[in-house]
Structures are given as C-alpha cells and as structure tokens.
Nanobody, 124 residues
Framework: QVQLVESGGGLVQAGGSLRLSCAASGRTFGSYVMGWFRQASGKEREFVATMRWTGSTSYYADSVKGRFTISRDNAKNTVYLQMNSLTPEDTAVYYC?????????????????WGQGTQVTVSS
C-alpha cells in the first residue's frame, strides 16, 4: 500500500503563488508516476500535471502550462506543485496521485493511489 499526504493549500490573492507538497510513504518502489489533479466545486476532477518519478518526463494541462511546475525530491519521497500567477479559476481541491508504471498519463482512472486533497482558494 501507498499513502499520500498533501499539504500547502490555502487562500491566496490572484497573481500570487503557492507550493503544494505530496509526501509518499509505504511501498513506493519500482517504476511509478506522480500526478496532480484538481476538482472545483460542482465540476469533475481534472488533470493538472504528471511526472515520472525519475523526473525525466512531465506533462501539463494547457490551462496551467507555463504557470505550474511539478518537481520531486527523492530523498524526501515528496513531489511538489509550484503554482504561480494564480487566478480564481485555479480554485479547487488539489489531489496528489500515484500510478504504478512507467508512462505518465493524464487520465485519473490510470492512477492507483490518491491523497485526501488540499484546498486552494484564489481570491480576485
């Protein structure tokens, strides 16, 4: 089993920045992919960013490309989502997810483990 714990959410003004963290524990070995998704109130969960644990490949949703950056710290078993130039449209609960396998994917159905989520609210 794998446990994922997100942190770093909060309230920020438009144009501001936040960095989300996702600490992974448990059976985190072998090839796997880390992803970030978000779910705004009344909407479906959507893809934000994904990365191989090696850091060699990453993908972003068009809506966040150039503003968000996914990264990892292997020593801490932690993945980050740096979010800059935030807008009210970025308001959502952000979820960290882990997928067993090599290829990063954008489909939430491909991910095996999920964190509990952290709320990000961007005020105008």
């Amino acid at each position: 089993q794998v446990q994922l714990v997100e942190s770093g959410g909060g309230l920020v003004q438009a144009g501001g920045s936040l960095r989300l963290s996702c600490a992974a524990s448990g059976r985190t070995f072998g090839s796997y992919v880390m992803g970030w998704f978000r779910q705004a109130s009344g909407k479906e969960r959507e893809f934000v960013a994904t990365m191989r644990w090696t850091g060699s490949t990453s993908y972003y949703a068009d809506s966040v490309k150039g503003r968000f950056t996914i990264s990892r710290d292997n020593a801490k078993n932690t993945v980050y989502l740096q979010m800059n130039s935030l807008t009210p449209e970025d308001t959502a609960v952000y979820y960290c997810a882990l997928r067993r396998g090599w290829e990063p994917t954008m489909s939430l159905h491909d991910y095996d483990y999920w964190g509990q989520g952290t709320q990000v609210t961007v005020s105008s």
